[in-house]
């Protein structure tokens, strides 16, 4: 039973504030409570005493878990002890120790990688561990998994809100354009953008263009997260997306149109292509109440506007 009576939180810890998510909470809490954050040289998140610390110091009563180790596919094929074992022990630390300081609510960031590789689509909430994983982020989405179901079970056994959403694909200000490591959005805002100003006479995308995505502002997202953290009785853990997936070719045209690329987009069937669709099931969450408000075309303006003045402050993230 969802219930919008929640307590009120005074202290709310955004961990991870200088990623992408985080820093759209920090702008979505701004002056609506009193938000703490800590760098990680200031946090390291990995090692408990340091959060146990910082829990019995900053006293939060509420925490939106928006830290992670995160990467592209290669880093994770590459490097997946790093990935499995420094998001467990981060969620597992933060998680126990919130617990252990008397946090009353407590809303864990994973991923839709945690639904399995051939699950049906949309994918619903019920097809956790119904199936084997993509393997090339098997050990971030088991490391996602055990923060999820550690919430889950600090739930059923102390009967704390700890609960947690899972977004689709995000975009939006601060993303990271790193040539080899960005997701495909931020990929193709910064092809077409070099394109652009090179003179390119065409784009060439990989694969057939036909693979379906899905793709959610940032802004939405933290206005979800801040909703969710407002009610009480949720579901364990809840997709956050918009429902609403494009072809890959489709997405490419929308952002030449936003950059302003006039040449010709070509795809390259010889490139793996990925699985056909990937779009979150919404309905558990539009129940609450939440719907998305930035449409793609307006999310897409938006975020190139950023990515011109993240260019001309020198500050475009390449990580
Ligand atoms: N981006 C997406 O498309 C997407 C989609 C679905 C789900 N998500 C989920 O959303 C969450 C946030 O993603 P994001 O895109 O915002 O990632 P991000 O931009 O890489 O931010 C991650 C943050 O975590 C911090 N962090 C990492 N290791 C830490 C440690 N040991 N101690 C303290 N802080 C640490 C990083 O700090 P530094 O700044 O110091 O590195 C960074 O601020 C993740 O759980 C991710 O799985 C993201």
Not at 7 to 23: L, T
Not at 102 to 127: A, H
Not at 229 to 235: D, E, N, R, S, Y
Request: glycine share 8%; aromatic share 8%.
């Amino acid at each position: 039973m969802i219930s919008t009576k929640s307590p009120p939180f005074q202290r709310i810890y955004i961990a991870g504030h200088r990623g992408m998510v985080g820093a759209a909470l920090c702008r979505a809490l701004r002056g609506k409570a009193d938000v703490i954050t800590a760098t990680r040289s200031e946090l390291d998140l990995t090692d408990r005493q340091s959060v146990d610390r910082f829990f019995a110091s900053e006293k939060p009563d509420a925490v939106i878990f928006a830290a992670a180790k995160v990467g592209g596919i290669v880093a994770n094929n590459t490097y997946p002890v790093q990935f499995l074992a420094e998001n467990a022990t981060m969620a597992i630390n933060a998680v126990s120790s919130a617990y252990e300081h008397s946090v009353k609510r407590f809303l864990f960031l994973g991923s839709t990688c945690i639904y399995p590789r051939d699950c049906p689509q949309p994918m619903r909430e019920e097809s956790l561990l119904t199936g084997p994983l993509e393997q090339t982020n098997e050990a971030y989405a088991i490391a996602k998994i055990a923060g999820l179901k550690l919430c889950q079970y600090y739930r059923r056994q102390y009967g704390v809100e700890y609960t947690s959403a899972m977004p689709t694909n995000l975009y939006g200000p601060g993303d990271n354009y790193h040539p080899e490591n960005s997701h495909v959005l931020p990929a193709l805002i910064r092809r077409f953008h070099e394109a652009m100003v090179e003179g390119a006479a065409s784009v060439t995308i990989w694969g057939t263009g036909t693979p379906r995505r899905e793709f959610l502002h940032v802004d939405d997202l933290a206005e979800g997260l801040v909703h969710l953290l407002g009610l009480t009785g949720l579901p364990d853990w809840l997709n956050i997306g918009t429902g609403k997936d494009l072809p890959i070719l489709e997405l490419a045209r929308a952002i030449a149109d936003v950059v302003g690329f006039k040449g010709e987009i070509h795809t390259d069937p010889t490139r793996p292509d990925g699985t056909p669709v990937k779009c979150t099931d919404v309905s558990r969450i539009h129940e609450t109440g939440w719907h998305h408000q930035i449409e793609l075309t307006d999310g897409l303006r938006q975020t190139y506007q950023c990515f011109l003045e993240e260019v001309g402050r020198g500050e475009l993230r390449l990580v």
